[in-house]
């Protein structure tokens, strides 16, 4: 069974979790063919004697071996297994079909625009085009790839290529999508079109000019040896990610497969060639979790053999040796027991542990189960993802604490549970596995949660186990998942009605602790400070994709941590900012702009937006030709409508609804509406990682955004990255 990349926020942390840092490279020994001179930097093509190439990065080049530069950081690679190194215009057009086919593959207007963006920055200006013009193919209003082929917008309305350039050259500037017109009647130098969606400038990190990295808001506020001694704390967090940085790259680095580390423990035998100390990591993992099993599934043992779990030292090596695509994680193969994976940390939250203990429930079930092609899968898959997502590693004392509530899955079900688009149970209990998508993994997971952890968990896990013990015989189904529905809740529409109002009442684990004045995360790896005892952090108003929330009470001043997906694993930071994140800003609020900034002393992506006014409302349909630019159009919220929050969710735009501002005053003998509350204005502090990313937002009244700025600047600058193993 692969453990494929599926879901939206298990995107990031499991079975879509392990959203990781995928990269589109994959490892292999190098050998150099002849001397040649390379300028760290150069990309090149190494093309194996086995018919495997490697793009990357060279950060150095010898006699003996080569370090590449890929999305895990630098490999050094013995060089004995190479036909030939390609270097020049031959690698960006090598690179190129391959993206190509990636983006045919992915069939999506964002990859589409990402080659587009890619080729221009190589000078490859026909197949960019070629690229922006397949995107809108796809989606006429995509509208980076639109700007790609310099087109722009005027009160609203599209101006073709042409139009927008001869505005251009009578002195109309670009603003992204927009076309504004000269000020004040004098008429500038025309303005070149500019790349697409260009990448926000990288912030200053002051190295060069020996300027401190600390906001001027935070130094106003701070005595002077208080300045100093967060200087000094910015400092050692810089030589902590460097130490960290290092130890990964050892690990990363690890030995030849040849020379891996082989553990037999009660359970397992593990095989890994990173560091000895994370093949016993590893070890315990799986150790305490086939003691967590078994506390649960008390069967005997049908196959007599250890489970093989083997783990490469990176991603690259286990697509090179096992053939896998770079959207999976991790497989267990029923055959030979084994699990394979790799060792990672996988952008922001992701780590190998989420695909082991999935894997790892496979393989258990494997070792247990006469025959696992006799249950369904919300039976086979609901247990994976039950221990997949919904468990963590308790790392002083070694042991794994399951029946967590995992984020994604708690609001995927919860959403179609609302909507009424849930399986229900006297469906799912005999729902075929060629019938069986990733949808489905929420409602399985939500099933053993609540029969395991539920209200009637004594019932529950008799229900289980009883169901296990049955399909050791024969194949089980929807009738003896209905007959033990009966058995144990009466039937199984009333368990059904248990169990969406069980499921529904349930809220998400906390992302992490409050101490004092400061909020810390170790399954999100990081932590913040709140500016003042102003400030008050509301775990209760948390939403879906809030990490941390903190408010000035009774008003609608507030600051949070978000965390948001990132569905295609190997886009880079900048074509993904440029493509989903920057479009859906710009389509939802007014005013983009893009900012210097840093996030805790790391470079990040910075806007600043502020909320649309309201649509002029429309008093008859009779008034529509004389509607002025902007106004609602059919299918637009209407004024005094509820507006839509941009939120970024596996890479399309997702609307979430927040109070709007009101609508035009009623005039006399109109009903009397309450008053809608003010446009407030907004400024995002964006931290990319591979597969997802941090998002710190303050977003305040319009008339006090200036006064509580200083206050978001301190929170951003507070922002500590944890560095630590999450295995």
Request: glycine letters at 8%.
């Amino acid at each position: 069974m692969k453990f494929e990349f599926k879901s939206p926020l298990v995107r990031g942390a499991l079975a879509g979790a392990v959203a990781l840092l995928l990269s589109s490279t994959m490892y292999a020994a190098i050998l150099n063919v002849g001397v040649v001179s390379v300028d760290t930097g150069d990309r090149v093509i190494v093309v194996l004697k086995t018919g495997d190439e490697v793009i990357g990065e060279i950060v150095e080049e010898t006699d003996e071996k080569i370090s590449v530069k890929s999305a895990f950081g630098v490999t050094s690679i013995q060089m004995d297994r190479v036909e030939s190194v390609i270097r020049g215009e031959e690698v960006d057009r090598r690179e190129y079909s391959q993206r190509e086919k990636r983006a045919t593959r992915r069939g999506s207007a964002s990859g589409w625009f990402s080659l587009g963006k890619w080729a221009r920055e190589r000078g490859m200006e026909q197949p960019a085009r070629e690229a922006f013009e397949k995107a809108l193919e796809i989606n006429p209003e995509h509208e980076p790839s639109k700007i790609g082929l310099g087109w722009g917008k005027v009160d609203d309305q599209w101006k073709t290529p042409a139009e927008a350039a001869d505005l251009v050259a009578k002195g109309w500037r670009r603003d992204g999508v927009r076309l504004t017109p000269p000020v004040g009647g004098s008429v500038p130098a025309p303005v070149p079109v500019p790349e697409p969606s260009a990448r926000p400038p990288v912030p200053d990190d002051g190295s060069s000019s020996g300027r401190s990295r600390t906001p001027d808001s935070v130094i106003r506020r701070l005595a002077p040896e208080e300045v100093e001694r967060r200087e000094q704390l910015l400092e050692k967090r810089r030589k902590n990610r460097e130490r960290f940085e290092e130890n990964k790259r050892k690990e990363y680095e690890g030995v030849p497969w040849s020379q891996r580390s082989i553990i037999k423990s009660n359970n397992w035998i593990i095989e890994c060639n990173s560091t000895p100390e994370v093949a016993r990591t590893y070890q315990w993992i799986m150790e305490s979790l086939y003691y967590t099993l078994g506390k649960i599934f008390k069967s005997k043992d049908v196959r007599s053999q250890k489970p093989l779990v083997k783990i490469y030292r990176t991603h690259d090596e286990f697509m090179l040796k096992t053939g896998m695509g770079s959207g999976v994680g991790g497989f267990y193969n029923p055959g030979s027991q084994n699990v394979t994976a790799f060792h990672g940390t996988f952008g922001l939250t992701g780590t190998t542990y989420t695909v082991l203990a999935h894997e790892g429930t496979h393989a258990f079930q494997g070792k247990k189960m006469p025959r696992m092609a006799n249950y369904p899968n919300w039976f086979i898959e609901g247990l994976a993802v039950y221990f997949g997502d919904g468990s963590k590693l308790d790392y002083k004392r070694k042991k794994l604490v399951s029946g967590l509530i995992p984020r994604d899955r708690l609001f995927h079900i919860q959403e179609k549970m609302r909507e009424g688009t849930h399986t229900v149970l006297s469906k799912l209990g005999g729902l075929p596995k060629n019938r069986f998508g990733g949808t489905h993994y929420a409602d399985s997971w939500a099933v053993m949660h609540y029969l395991i952890n539920g209200p009637e968990s004594r019932k529950g896990q008799r229900f289980l186990a009883e169901y296990w013990v049955a399909g050791e015989k024969r194949r089980v189904g929807q009738r003896q998942f209905n007959d033990l529905a009966r058995k144990y809740f009466t039937s199984v529409d009333q368990m059904e009605t248990d169990w969406k109002e069980y499921v529904l009442s349930l809220h998400p684990e906390p992302a992490g602790e409050v101490e004092g004045d400061a909020f810390t995360s170790l399954d999100f790896m990081f932590a913040i400070e709140r500016p003042s005892d102003q400030w008050k952090f509301a775990p209760q108003e948390i939403e879906d994709r809030d990490l941390v929330l903190m408010k000035i009470p009774e008003t609608r001043n507030e600051i949070r941590v978000r965390i948001l997906s990132k569905a295609e694993a190997d886009q880079r930071s900048e074509d993904w900012i440029d493509s989903v994140l920057l479009p859906a800003l710009r389509k939802k609020y007014a005013d983009v702009e893009t900012l210097k900034g840093d996030l805790g002393g790391l470079d990040a992506f910075v806007f600043q937006y502020s909320d649309r006014p309201p649509a002029k409302p429309k008093k008859s349909e009779d008034d529509e030709e004389g509607a002025e630019p902007g106004d609602s159009k059919p299918g637009d919220s209407s004024p005094g409508a509820t507006k839509s929050v941009v939120d970024v969710v596996g890479g399309s735009v997702v609307e979430s609804l927040q109070e709007g501002p009101g609508k035009d005053e009623p005039k006399d003998g109109e009903p009397q509406e309450p008053p809608k509350p003010a446009l407030r204005k907004h400024r995002s502090y964006i931290l990319v990682g591979v597969s997802n990313a941090y998002e710190l937002r303050g977003s305040f009244e319009m008339d006090q955004f200036n006064s509580w700025l200083p206050d978001l600047e301190w929170v951003a600058f507070s922002f500590e990255k944890i560095q630590k193993n999450r295995w």
